[in-house]
Nanobody, 122 residues
Framework: QVQLVESGGGLVQPGGSLRLSCVGS????????IGWFRQAPGQEREGVAC????????WYADSVKGRFTISRDNAKNTLYLQMNNLKAEDTAVYYC???????????????WGQGTQVTVSS
């Protein structure tokens, strides 16, 4: 019954910003590890940003450091990804994913949302 629903994707010009949201239900949101992944055309799915809850830190892919910020609002069961200074290379389907195991949540989470399309183009 774990469900994740992403929203907020769309078309944006290079240098623009978007904020993605992911609403969770059917699980103890505040106790699960959770993060964002993306899959660009012709590429494998990759991690973007994640809460490393066992050590109390956040992790970001090198390609998005300084531009993206992950946050969560446990009271609303919602995960966010603020994306600034977007580049064409950021074009992808973005997914949120979660797992009760904090060590798995950032690498091989079991539960995934349906994804939301982000297109960065002029």
């Amino acid at each position: 019954q774990v469900q994740l629903v992403e929203s907020g994707g769309g078309l944006v010009q290079p240098g623009g910003s978007l904020r993605l949201s992911c609403v969770g239900s059917g699980f103890a949101f505040s106790r699960y590890g959770i993060g964002w992944f993306r899959q660009a055309p012709g590429q494998e799915r990759e991690g973007v940003a994640c809460f490393e809850m066992s050590v109390g830190t956040t992790w970001y892919a090198d390609s998005v450091k300084g531009r993206f910020t992950i946050s969560r609002d446990n009271a609303k069961n919602t995960l966010y990804l603020q994306m600034n200074n977007l580049k064409a290379e950021d074009t992808a389907v973005y997914y949120c994913a979660t797992d009760p195991s904090w060590t798995k949540a950032c690498s091989e989470p079991d539960y995934w949302g349906q994804g939301t399309q982000v297109t960065v183009s002029s």
